[in-house]
């Protein structure tokens, strides 16, 4: 099973990661100023990770697909690693949707 780890970054900020039942990290968030709002963060992967729209399909610079995580507002609550394939983003994705609804939330900051 999955589980969302909070930690927090060097400037202070908190963020979280979705890892996947191998330990592997399948999403990571942007900073939040608040532990609030980290946790608002993850609740918004639980909701939008089982609405495909949501998906933002893309391709960096040196030609390596990733995606990102949009809220219903459009704005980017977390963003996958770089993949080596299109299929193999494909399944970080499915592993976003079947991990994130239930996994459970692992606070290292406190």
């Known amino acids: 099973?999955?589980?969302f780890v909070i930690t927090k970054r060097g400037n202070g900020e908190f963020q979280f990661n979705?890892?996947?039942g191998n330990g592997q990290t399948i999403l990571t968030?942007?900073?939040?100023?608040?532990k609030a709002a980290?946790?608002?963060?993850?609740?918004?992967?639980?909701?939008?990770?089982?609405d495909d729209?949501?998906?933002?399909?893309k391709e960096s610079s040196n030609g390596k697909p990733y995606f990102?995580?949009?809220?219903?507002n459009g704005q980017i609550i977390g963003s996958s690693?770089?993949?080596?394939?299109?299929?193999?983003?494909?399944?970080?994705?499915?592993?976003?949707k079947s991990n994130a609804p239930d996994a459970a939330?692992?606070?290292?900051t406190s």
Request: proline share 0%; with cysteine; hydrophobic share 25%.
């Open 81 to 96: 690693e770089m993949y080596e394939s299109t299929s193999a983003r494909d399944n970080g994705i499915a592993s976003v």
């Open 53 to 57: 729209s949501k998906f933002d399909k």
């Open 29 to 34: 968030s942007e900073g939040y100023t608040t």
């Open 38 to 50: 980290c946790t608002n963060g993850i609740e918004s992967v639980k909701t939008n990770s089982q």
């Open 105 to 108: 939330v692992d606070d290292q």
């Open 68 to 72: 990102n995580l949009k809220a219903s």
């Open 1 to 3: 099973m999955g589980k």
């Open 18 to 20: 979705l890892k996947a």
